[in-house]
């Protein structure tokens, strides 16, 4: 099925939902806890490095197999870097959302809202890269149709740029909901 508009999207994700091949719902929050390995991982090795304690690098590896063994359920089919650039993407949106927490703990919410969008836009990238919607003939295609000129003239209008990363995250807003159990 070759993905011409948002609605050719719905449909695609609708028929992997129905035949079990994925739970977008449950995939979120193994994102979210991915996520959180990711962070746990770099946080033992700046332990064990400040500390001198080499046992922070062994639990390091150990929560590193956890989450390498998690993101296969998620990363099912790669190729090249993929995994990495998965990986990456997961480990820069949960950063962004720390940072921007700070900011807001600051009182510098302009700032923390900023950081707060690029974070989703990074993890709706990771969901577009491993849906599958990312591929050399696709990037057109969402480019040019999946959002309706409409929306696009009213961002411009706005002083707003459409881009490639923000069409992404309107899609991730629009088809995963963490909220169905």
């Known amino acids: ?22 739970d977008l719902s449950s995939d979120q929050d193994l994102s979210i806890a991915i996520m959180n390995l990711i962070s746990i991982e770099e946080h033992f090795f700046f332990t064990g490095i400040k500390t001198g304690k080499s046992n922070y690098f062994d639990l390091l ?9 998690l993101l296969k359920k998620i990363i099912k089919d790669y190729e090249g870097e993929v995994w990495c650039i998965s990986k990456h993407l997961l480990a820069a ?18 700032e923390a809202e900023n950081l707060f969008k690029k974070a989703f836009d990074l993890y709706s990238l990771f969901w577009a890269v491993n849906m599958g919607l990312i591929d050399t003939g696709g990037i057109k295609k969402l ?3 999946m ?17 490639l990363m ?3 995250s309107d899609l991730v807003k629009k088809v995963i909901d963490c909220c169905i159990e």
């Open 1 to 22: 099925m070759s993905i011409n508009n948002y609605q050719d999207l719905v449909n695609k994700i609708d028929n992997l939902k129905k035949q079990d091949k994925m």
């Open 147 to 163: 959002l309706n000129k409409k929306d696009e003239k009213k961002t411009l209008a706005a002083g707003g740029q459409t881009g």
């Open 143 to 145: 480019d040019d149709n």
């Open 166 to 168: 923000e069409k992404f």
């Open 61 to 69: 590896n150990q929560v590193r197999s956890l989450r390498k063994e």
């Open 93 to 110: 949106s949960m950063r962004l959302m720390e940072v921007g927490t700070k900011q807001l703990g600051q009182g510098k919410k302009t």
